[in-house]
């Protein structure tokens, strides 16, 4: 992600504000933590001006807190510790070229609340509006097969890969799910009970591009509702809409193709607190452009992201921070406390 002075200025920060921001300090949290940034200060003078730029590393909301909030905090400031990104040399080897790494396709629609599952706070409600019918529900689409469309970019390999669904059903009783794939039958997931359900199918045959599950409800006087899909396969290197981000262990070359621009960057994202950025990669070709680069081995598995200029991201809006001040006695609270449902605390005691 990206700060410029011009997304600074439409978000409703004044000239003067701007000017205030010492790029030297600048920083940013995330959790109380701070992350490395990339700071673009094309003269040295420590000001935010037009052309110059703070970049950062942005992670999507983590898993506890994913169902309250579709976008993650971070915490933008000055006269902090500000630690910068650091450097990687990528300058391509002698080593051989990775043909393949393990990627995984999540496909979630958050589209209907389902209030009546049960189980605690840690169940995600949120579900994929489309509902297999049993055979023996009084509605149109009883027994029928419901497609869910997932598209897989660059399956190689053996063309083969590992489904998971992650479903419920709000009836008590016996469940059973029959699963294809493109057509081809893969199998049947079986369970007890109203509650959530994780069925993973192994060795399926995947194809390049968009892959069909298709699930019928089979348990007669039943329904089926979906949370999520994943699918786990080989991908190779041939990149989608200019960004490519890939894990693999070390020892290898890498080479990514298909870029529509010469104008890339790569980051070793394995620490998101500690980014770093690649230096001394190949960049060939004239349209499209292909991006070689080899890590230094270091017998650890390796995260890395690969994006055009045009691919850097913009925050989704500012907020400025307001200290609440609770050590101030005008505020008339003698104490505050914190604390936790499960502890047993009663408002009304």
Known sequence: YRVTRDWLTGQGLTDADIDAIDLSTASVYYLGQEVAVHVFDANGNDTLEVGDYIEF???????????????????????????????????????????????????EKDQLYLMSAKGGDDIDRWIIASVAFGDQIAHPHAGLARDFTINLPDVSGDGTGTLTIHMYSPYDGGHT???????????????????????TFEDVTLVDG????????????????????????????????DNLRFSHESGYQYNATGFSSSSLNAFDITDPANIKLVTGAMISGTGPYDFAFEPPDDAATQSYLILTEEQTLQPHGLMTSHPHGFADNA????????????????ING
């Not at 506890?64 to 450097?87: E, I, P, Q």
């Not at 699930?215 to 809409?241: N, Q």
């Open 57 to 107: 590393y942005g992670q999507p909301v983590e898993s506890t807190y994913s169902k309250y909030a579709k976008h993650n905090v971070y915490w933008l400031c000055d006269g902090g510790f500000a630690t910068r990104m650091g450097s990687m040399d990528g300058l391509p080897g002698s080593a051989s070229e990775a043909a393949t790494h393990s990627h995984t396709v999540r496909y």
């Open 177 to 199: 799910a029959d699963v294809a794939v493109n057509g081809i039958e893969i199998g049947t997931a079986s369970w007890q009970g109203m509650r959530y359900h994780t069925a």
């Open 210 to 241: 968009d892959n069909t599950v298709s699930i019928t409800c089979a348990s007669g006087e039943d329904k089926l509702v979906f949370d999520w899909f994943t699918v786990s396969y080989e991908r190779g290197f041939d990149v989608v809409s």
């Open 331 to 346: 505020d008339g609270a003698d104490w505050i406390i914190i604390t936790h449902r499960n502890l047993g605390w009663d």
